[in-house]
C-alpha cells in the first residue's frame, strides 16, 4: 500500500500552471538539495527548522505537511522548535510552535477559558 502524502495548496498548483518553468526550476532546485547521505526525515526537520529560523509561516505549515509524510512526529517537530528557541526567541518560538501544532492536527487552535 502507498502512503498517502500531502498535495501543495491549490494557489501553489494554480502559480506552477501560470508559471510552468518557475515550477520546474523548483522541482530541480528541490531534487538537487535532496541529493546526499541525509535520510528524508532528516532532510525534512532541517528544511523545517530553516522555515522556522526564517519565521516564515507558510513555509513552516509546509514543512510540517512535508516532514509528518516522511514520518516525522510531532515532537521530533516540537524539539526542532525548542532547539530555534535561543536564536529567534521567545515570543518567535511560542508563534512557531503554535503553527507547528496547528498543521500537526489543530492542537494549536485557541480553545476557550473556562470562568471561574
Not at 535532496?34 to 522555515?51: E, F
Not at 512535508?66 to 528557541?85: F, H, N, R, Y
Request: positive net charge; contains cysteine.
Amino acid at each position: 500500500m502507498k502512503k498517502k502524502t500531502s498535495r501543495p495548496p491549490a494557489v501553489h498548483q494554480q502559480f506552477v500552471r501560470r508559471f510552468p518553468s518557475l515550477g520546474k526550476a523548483w522541482d530541480l532546485v528541490n531534487e538537487e538539495g535532496g541529493t546526499g547521505p541525509l535520510d528524508a526525515k532528516t532532510q525534512r526537520l532541517l528544511k523545517l527548522g530553516v522555515a522556522i529560523g526564517a519565521l516564515r509561516e507558510g513555509a513552516v505549515h509546509s514543512g510540517v505537511r512535508k516532514a509528518c509524510d516522511a514520518g516525522a512526529s510531532l515532537a521530533e517537530m516540537e524539539q526542532v522548535v525548542a532547539l530555534a528557541a535561543s536564536t529567534i526567541g521567545f515570543p518567535a518560538s511560542v508563534a512557531v510552535w503554535n503553527w507547528v501544532r496547528q498543521e500537526a492536527g489543530g492542537a494549536g487552535r485557541p480553545t476557550k477559558r473556562r470562568r471561574r
